[in-house]
């Protein structure tokens, strides 16, 4: 068993098939991750997978994959609430340096999140599971270059979007476009944590 903390654990028999994905792309990687309580369904055994994920929701899914102990109390965003669902995972995830909010104080939990926003963070996640010093050296804009659109990607983003390429847990949405603005959806995210938790070895 491999983790990046010290606790007590135990093992839990958790096999799950959500009804809707067993013709998707993602199949695999959605059930993977269901089983391993990662990421959950709508109900009823479903899903969704090609809905658009939150902030919120996104930050709670890097949290349980990386198996962080929640921490309680208030958060350091304006409108994060110590009543909202997510607002233990939001605190954790922010006193691990994964998210950061906007220049406002506001860190938008119900907005869905960007693939660049996306990405962002699994690099971050990427130098605690220490797959980031693995990686050699390489200009970002080398691994950038075959994607038409990468210019469209903010300044900030680029060095976190060439992480994600080079390390193999982030593909384009095709071999020229890397849609580093549009949403990323519930099934995108089941695979790339499932890459990121694999690549790192910690499953």
Not at 17 to 38: L, Y
Not at 113 to 123: F, G, N, P, S
Not at 150 to 172: F, M, P, R, Y
Request: hydrophobic content about 45%; some cysteine.
């Amino acid at each position: 068993m491999n983790s990046l903390t010290n606790s007590t654990y135990s093992i839990v028999w958790h096999p799950l098939a959500f009804t809707d994905v067993a013709q998707h792309w993602a199949k695999d990687a959605v059930n993977d991750m269901g089983s391993r309580m990662v990421i959950s369904g709508i109900g009823n055994d479903m899903f969704n997978p090609d809905q658009d994920i939150t902030r919120a929701e996104f930050a709670a899914i890097m949290v349980r994959g990386l198996g962080l102990k929640l921490e309680d109390g208030s958060s350091s965003f304006a409108d994060v609430k110590t009543t909202d669902w997510f607002n233990s995972a939001i605190k954790t995830a922010y006193g691990y340096q994964l998210i950061s909010g906007f220049e406002d104080g506001s860190f938008r939990p119900m907005d869905k999140i960007t693939r660049e926003q996306a990405m962002t963070i699994i690099a971050k996640a990427m130098k605690i599971t220490a797959l980031k010093a693995s990686l050699p050296a390489k200009a970002a804009a080398e691994l950038l270059n075959p994607f038409t659109d990468a210019s469209h990607a903010s300044e900030w983003a680029k060095n976190s979007l060439a992480d994600c390429l080079q390390a193999g847990i982030v593909t384009g949405r095709s071999s020229t476009q890397l849609a580093p603005k549009a949403y990323i959806s519930r099934a995108e995210v089941a695979a790339i944590v499932q890459r990121l938790l694999q690549k790192s070895k910690l499953i």
